[in-house]
C-alpha cells in the first residue's frame, strides 16, 4: 500500500519507524476532526469549500498507526457524510474526498457496512459518469478500496460496473488512452473479483466478463505512453483478478483454446524483465508432448543493465567459499535491495561437473566446530519450523496508487524497476499455481512440455522453462514461487511418468514419447541438483529439496538408467548438518522418499550399503561424525540386547549410515552430541533437536523398514529401544510416530515368514528374537499408549502395531503377555472413539486367524460378539473393518473344519451362528466397503452350517435369505470386488453338501445370475469367478432338472464365444485364463451328465464342436498357473479329467436310437486323439 507508506514518510518515516501514540489519544484526534466535518452541512460557498478541503488535508494527514482505537463504524459514517458535503460539480473535493475513502479503509482496514456501501458505491460510480477525466483515477482507487472483501454486496451495481458497457469495462479497454486510468479500473475488477468465505461469488457471466478483461489486458503489449512501472502494476492487478478467479470463484477452464490462452500469457509474464531472457509466445498454447514453439531469440549481452553482471560475479566467487553465508534478513530483501544473483555461471560449472560425473558440488557447511558450522545459530532456527509460502496472501496486497514503495533515494530507478517485475514474475507463477491446481491432471500433462523442460538436442539452445527461473531467476522469492509452481505438476504425476523408460538405446527414425518423458525426467534431475548447488538462499533451498523429493517419489527409476538416484543421495548428504532447520526437514524428507520409491530398488540397496565412514575423512564430510553404535543407551535391564546380533544376515556388518544418523536425531537430547569430538562446550552451548527434525527420522525408519527391511533387521533390537523411547515421552506425535515404526518392524517380519517368501530361512529374524523384541515391547510404554485414552490416534496406532506381531512369536509369548493383548483390544472394540473401534476390530480379526487362538472356541465367540457389535456402529470405517475382520472370523471356521477333531463344531453356539448369519446379510446391503466382506462371510457362513444345523427350521429360512443376498450381490452393479466376493462366495456355499443345491427353490435363481455373469459381465475375473462356482457342485442332482442343466450348459457356450469380446485392452490379459475356467466347467458338466442332458450336448456340439474342441485342446497344451479357483495346472491332470468325462459318457444308458451320446464320445475321443498326437509330435 504505497499510498500508506508514502503519507507516513512525509511525517517522519514508515510505518514501522513512526512513533506510536497512545489510542486514546489518536481516536482522539480523528473523532475531533470528524466531528468538526460532520457538523458542516452541505454549502456552496467559497468558505464552506475551503474549510472541507482543510478538514479533508488534515483527515488524510493524521497519522493512525494500526487504527489507533478508530471504530469501523465511525468511518463509514465520517465518509458518508463527507460524500454528502461534496456535490458532483466540485471536481477537486470529489478527487480529495476519494483520496480520503482510499486512505481510511486501506489504512484501517475497514470493510463497509452494507448500507453505508450502498451509499458511497452510488457516490462513486456517479462521479465517474460525471466528473472529469483526471479524477478518475482517485475515483477508482476509491471503488477499490470499497469493494475489497464486499464483492457479494455489490450485486445492485455489478450491470452498471461490469454489464454490457460497464464503466469499469469501458475504463480497462485497450482503447483507455489514460494508462493510469486503466490501471486503476482493473484493479477495480480485480478487487471485485475477491471471494469472501462464506459469501457468494460472483455470477458466471461477470466471472467471464472479468476473465477476458484480465486476459485481454495480459496479452496486450505495452502502450507507448505508458511507463515501465504502470505495465508492471497493471500486469499485476490482471494476475490478481485471475487468481481470484481460479481460487475463489472456482472458475473451470474447459475450453482448450481458453486455457490454451491464458497457459501462454502466464509463460511470458513468468519471464517479464528477467535479465538476459526475451520470449515470443503463440497467442495460443495447444496441448501436445511434443516441444512447443518457443521463439526466444539468440542470447546477447543486455548493455543496458552493466551493473547486474558484476555483483553476480562477485557473488559466485564468493558461494565457493561459502556458499550459505548469507543472513536470513539479507535472503528477504535481496530482490529489493538492488543485490541480484546471477545464477548461470555458477550453474555452468555445475552442470559441467555433474556431467563429468567425477566432481562433488561443494559442501555448503563448515567443518564441526568452525564459524560456518550448521550448529551455530541453530537455536534460532529451530523456532522457523514452518517455511512462510512465497505465495501467502501477503503478495496480493491491496495495489495502491502509482505513488511509488520506494524513492530513487533508497536504491535507484533501476533497482525500483526489477522489483517491479520480479513481482510480476511471482504474480503469474502464482496464477500458474492455482491454474495447475483448477484443472485436471490429464489435462494440464498435455502442456507438459511448455512448462518442463527437455534435454537440449546437440547444439540447440535449452528450452525456457520453470527451471530456467529457478537457475537464472535474481530474486529468491520468484525462485522459490517457480519451484512450488513445478511441485504442484510434479505431484501425483506418477502415472504419467511411469510411461518413461531409457534402460535401452534407441536407434529408430523417431523418438518414442516413452524416451521424451524419460528425458524429461533426467533433465529436472540434472537442473534440480544444479540449482541446489547454486542456491544461497535458505528458504528458496528448502523448496528445491521438497520439489526434489516429489520429483523422486513420482519418477519410475525401475524403468530409468542408473545413476540418477545415486547424484541425488549424494549431493543431499551435506544439507542434512545445514543451519536452517527447515533445510534439514526437507534432506530427510527427500531422503525418505528415495528409500520408499519402488522399493525394493537395486541402486538404493547399494547406497545403504555404502561404508559409514565414505567421505568423513575432511571438512566436506557427506554425514556427521557419529559416536558408537550404542554410545547413547543407557545400561539396559534384562536380556534386551544380549541377542541383538543374532538377526543380523551374514556379511552385513558395515552398519548403515542412513540408520544411524536417523537413530542418532531422534534419541539425542542435545544437537551438538552428535558432532563428535567430545566437545562438551559445544554440546553444552546447542539446542535441543527439534521436533519436526525427529519425526522425519522416525518417518524414514519406518520408509526403511517398509521398503529395505533386510537393512533394518540388522538393528530390530536397538530400533525397539527406540520405539520404547519414543512411546515413553510425553510429545503424542513422537509417540504416534513410534508407534508406526513399531507396526513397520512387525510387518516386515511377518512378510519374511510369508509361504511365498523368497527369503531362505537363515536369512529371517530368528523367532526367538522376535519373541524377544515383542517382549521388550509389551513389558514397556505400548501397553500405557494402548490405554491412553487422551490421545485417541495413538491409541489406534498403537491396535495396529499390536495386530503385526508373528503369529508364531504370539505362541511363543508368556500366556500373561497374550492374555493382555487380547483382553486389551476387546476392551477397546468398546471404545466410544470410532478410530480406536476401527483399529481395534482390525487387530482382532488378525488375531482369530492365529493358529494358537482359532480353535480357542470361547476366544472365536467372544470375538465373533465384539465384531458383530461394531458391525452396528455409525461409522463407515468402523462397519468396514468390522467386515473384514468377520470373513477373517468365518475364515477360521472353514480351516477349523479340516481338522480331524470335530469338537470345534460341536461346540460352537448355533445361536451366535444364526447371529452372525443375520449381521452378514444386513451388511451385504450396506456401501461397497461393507459389502465386499459380508458377501464373503457369508459364502464361508454356508459353507460352515452342519446337517444338524439344516434340519431346524429358523436356519432353512435363514439360508434362503443368505442366498438372495448373495444373488442380489452377483447381479447389482456395485463394484466389481463385491460381484467377485459375491461369486466366490457362491461356490463357496455349493461346496456344503447339506445345503439342498437342486431342490431349493432358490437354486434356478442362483444358476441364472452366475450364467448372467460369465456371459456378459464386463470384468473378466468376475466372469472366471462365476465359472468357477458353476464347475463345483460335486454331483449331477445338484444342477437340477435338465432344463436348467441345459440352460447352464449352453451359456458356458456362449460365454466361450464371447471371451475374447471386450471393449477394455486391460481385459485382454485374462481371456486365456477365462477359457481355461470355462472349458475346465465344461469337462466338468460333461463328467456328471445323464441320459436326458445328451441332447442338448449333442446340438451344441454339432453347431460349435469346432469352435469347443479348439478350446478345449488349447486347455489341455496350456501350462497356466493354478489360481485360486482351484484350475488344474498339469497337462496330465487336464487331459484325465477328458478322459473322466468320455468315461462318463460312454457309460450313460442312453435311450435306444439316440445319436447324441454317440457323437459325444466322438468328439471326446477325437479331442484326446488330436492332442495326444501333438504331444507325440
Known sequence: ????????????????????????????????????????????????????????????????????????????????????????????????????????????????????????????????????????????????????????????????????????????????????????????????????????????????????????????????????????????????????????????????????????????????????????????????????????????????????????????????????????????EEEESGGEREAAPAAGSGRAGLQEGGAQPPCPLGAPGAPGSPFQGSGAAAGKDRVPSPFSPSVWKRVSSSESDYSDAEGGLQSKMRSYQAKVRQGALACFLSTVKSIEKKVLYGYWSAFVSDTPELGSPQSVSLMTLTLKDPSPKTRACALQALSAILEGSKQFLSVAEDTSDHRRAFTPFSAMVASSVRELHRCLLLALVAESSSQTLTQ??????????????????????????????????????????????????????????????????????????????????????????????????????????????????????????????????????????????????????????????????????????????????????????????????????????????????????????????????????????????????????????????????????????????????????????????????????????????????????????????????????????KSLNVRAKAAWSLGNLTDTLIVNMDTPDPSFQEEFSGLLLLKMLRSAIEASRDKDKVKSNAVRALGNLLHFLQPSHMEKPRFAKIVEESVQALISAVLTEAAMKVRWNACYAMGNAFKNPALPLGTAPWTSQAYHALTSVVTSCKNFKVRIRSAAALSLPGRREHYGPADQYAQIWRALVTALQRSEDTTDFLEFKYCASLRTQICQALVHLLSLAGAPDLPCIGESLEVNGDMIQSYILQFLKSGAERDDSGAPHGPQERDQMVKTALEHVSGVQAPPGDTAQRAIVGFLQDTLAIYFDSVRC
Not at 480485480?190 to 459469501?199: D, E, F, K, M, T
Not at 524483465?273 to 498454447?285: R, T, W, Y
Not at 542408473?562 to 542434512?576: A, C, D, E, F, G
Not at 483390544?825 to 492365529?850: E, I
Request: hydrophobic share 40%.
Open 1 to 332: 500500500m504505497a499510498t500508506v507508506q508514502v503519507a507516513s514518510s512525509l511525517l517522519g518515516g514508515s510505518p514501522r519507524e513512526a512513533p506510536r501514540e497512545l489510542p486514546r489519544e489518536l481516536g482522539t484526534g480523528f473523532r475531533r476532526l470528524s466531528a468538526r466535518l460532520c457538523a458542516l452541512r452541505p454549502d456552496d460557498s467559497s468558505s464552506s469549500r475551503t474549510e472541507i478541503h482543510l478538514l479533508l488535508d488534515q483527515l488524510i494527514s493524521e497519522n493512525y498507526s494500526e487504527g489507533g482505537g478508530v471504530a469501523p463504524e465511525e468511518v463509514s459514517t465520517l465518509l458518508v457524510h463527507a460524500c454528502r458535503l461534496v456535490p458532483l460539480g466540485q471536481n477537486h473535493l470529489v478527487s480529495k474526498v476519494s483520496q480520503l475513502i482510499h486512505h481510511l479503509l486501506n489504512t484501517l482496514q475497514v470493510i463497509v457496512d452494507e448500507q453505508n456501501l450502498d451509499f458511497l458505491l452510488a457516490y462513486a460510480t456517479s462521479a465517474l459518469r460525471q466528473c472529469s477525466c483526471w479524477t478518475h483515477v482517485k475515483v477508482l482507487q476509491a471503488l477499490a478500496a470499497l469493494v475489497y472483501g464486499n464483492g457479494s454486496k455489490c450485486q445492485k451495481y455489478l450491470p452498471d460496473l461490469l454489464g454490457k458497457g460497464g464503466l469499469l469495462v469501458k475504463l480497462s479497454d485497450l482503447a483507455q488512452p489514460d494508462p493510469e486510468v486503466r490501471r486503476a479500473a482493473v484493479h477495480c475488477m480485480a478487487n471485485l473479483c475477491l471471494s469472501v468465505p462464506g459469501q457468494p461469488y460472483l455470477e458466471e457471466p461477470y466471472q467471464n466478463i472479468c476473465f477476458q478483461a484480465f486476459l485481454t489486458t495480459l496479452q496486450s503489449p505495452k502502450s507507448p505512453d505508458m511507463d515501465d512501472i504502470t505495465f508492471c502494476m497493471l500486469l499485476q492487478n490482471a494476475l490478481k483478478g485471475i487468481q481470484s478467479l481460479l481460487n475463489g470463484g472456482k472458475m473451470k477452464l474447459t475450453q482448450t483454446e481458453e486455457l490454451g490462452a491464458l497457459l501462454a500469457v502466464l509463460k511470458k509474464s513468468m519471464f517479464h524483465g528477467l535479465p538476459g531472457i526475451h520470449i515470443e509466445m503463440p497467442a495460443v498454447l495447444y496441448p501436445t508432448p511434443l516441444p512447443q514453439y518457443d521463439g526466444r531469440p539468440p542470447a546477447r549481452p543486455q548493455p543496458c543493465e552493466p551493473s547486474a553482471s558484476r555483483p553476480a560475479g562477485n557473488r559466485k566467487k564468493k558461494s565457493k567459499v561459502k556458499p550459505k553465508k548469507m543472513q536470513q534478513g539479507e535472503e528477504e
Open 544 to 873: 528445491i529439496i521438497k520439489c526434489l523429493a516429489n520429483l523422486v517419489s513420482n519418477s519410475p527409476y525401475n524403468r530409468l538408467k542408473l545413476s540418477l538416484l545415486t547424484k541425488v543421495w549424494n549431493q543431499i548428504k551435506p544439507y542434512i548438518r545445514h543451519k536452517d532447520v527447515n533445510v534439514r526437514v526437507s534432506s530427510l524428507t527427500l531422503l525418505g522418499a528415495i528409500v520408499s520409491t519402488h522399493a525394493p530398488l537395486p541402486e538404493v540397496q547399494l547406497l545403504l550399503q555404502q561404508p559409514c565412514s565414505s567421505g568423513l575423512g575432511n571438512s566436506n564430510s557427506a554425514t556427521p561424525h557419529l559416536c558408537h553404535p550404542d554410545w547413547w543407551k543407557k545400561a539396559p535391564s534384562g536380556p534386551f540386547l544380549e541377542d541383538a546380533s543374532v538377526g543380523s544376515p551374514a556379511g552385513s556388518s558395515e552398519p548403515c549410515w542412513l540408520i544411524r544418523l536417523c537413530i542418532s536425531t531422534v534419541v539425542l537430547p542435545r544437537e551438538g552430541c552428535c558432532a563428535g569430538g567430545g566437545d562438551a562446550s559445544s554440546a553444552a552451548g546447542s539446542a535441543h533437536v527439534p521436533s519436526p527434525m525427529r519425526l522425519e527420522a522416525l518417518q524414514v525408519l519406518a520408509h526403511l523398514a517398509r521398503g529395505y527391511f533386510s537393512v533394518a533387521q540388522v538393528y530390530l533390537m536397538e530400533l525397539g529401544e527406540v520405539i520404547c523411547k519414543c512411546m515413553g515421552e510425553a510429545d503424542p506425535s513422537i509417540q504416534l510416530h513410534g508407534a508406526k515404526l513399531l507396526e513397520e518392524l512387525g510387518t516386515g517380519i511377518i512378510q519374511q515368514y510369508k509361504p511365498d517368501s523368497p527369503l531362505a530361512p537363515g536369512q529371517r529374524v530368528p523367532v526367538t528374537l522376535v519373541v524377544l523384541f515383542w517382549t521388550a515391547m509389551l513389558s514397556g510404554p505400548l501397553p500405557r499408549a494402548l490405554q491412553n485414552s487422551e490421545h485417541p490416534t495413538l491409541q489406534a496406532s498403537a491396535c495396529d502395531a499390536l495386530s503385526s506381531i508373528l503369529p508364531d512369536a504370539f505362541s511363543s509369548l508368556p500366556s500373561d503377555w497374550q492374555i493382555l493383548c487380547i483382553t486389551v483390544l476387546l476392551g477397546l472394540n468398546d471404545s466410544k472413539n470410532r478410530l480406536v473401534k476401527a483399529a481395534a476390530s482390525r487387530a482382532l480379526g488378525v488375531y482369530v486367524l492365529f493358529p494358537c487362538l482359532r480353535q480357542d472356541v470361547i476366544f472365536v465367540a467372544d470375538t465373533a460378539n465384539a465384531i458383530l457389535m461394531s458391525l452396528q456402529d
